[in-house]
């Protein structure tokens, strides 16, 4: 399975931006691909997961109401529309893929390489 990032990008305070993650290799129907963010000296930060098969998502209570992660069939892409961007929200966002459901970057096997958002006030 391999997972490519992109997106990223400088953009400021209220601004939107969408990063996107293409999923090539085996990828199952119970699977998630998630995005997660981190900052210099802290761990991966859970943002959002889509549900491979019926496209369940789940957010994290920071970003919901502004980010929405969706999923593109033909394209086997995931992406992440960020709006109404923070200065909190700036960091490299990765993509990864887990078996199953969950918030903790551990359980995600597979990661794409990371985009860089900044948000500038």
């Known amino acids: 399975v391999q997972l490519q990032a992109s997106g990223g990008g400088l953009v400021e305070v209220g601004d939107s931006l969408r990063l996107s993650c293409v999923v090539s290799g085996r990828i199952y129907s119970s699977h998630l691909v998630g995005w997660f963010r981190q900052v210099p000296g802290k761990e991966r930060d859970f943002v959002a997961a889509i549900r491979w098969n019926d496209r369940r998502t789940y957010y994290d209570d920071s970003v919901k109401g502004r980010f929405t992660i969706s999923r593109e069939n033909a394209k086997n892409t995931v992406y992440l529309e960020m709006n109404s961007l923070k200065p909190e929200d700036a960091a490299i966002y990765y993509c990864?893929?887990?078996?199953?459901?969950?918030?903790?970057?551990?359980?995600?096997?597979?990661w794409g390489q990371g985009t860089q958002v900044t948000v500038s006030s």
């Open positions: 990864g893929r887990a078996n199953g459901y969950s918030t903790n970057w551990r359980s995600y096997g597979y």
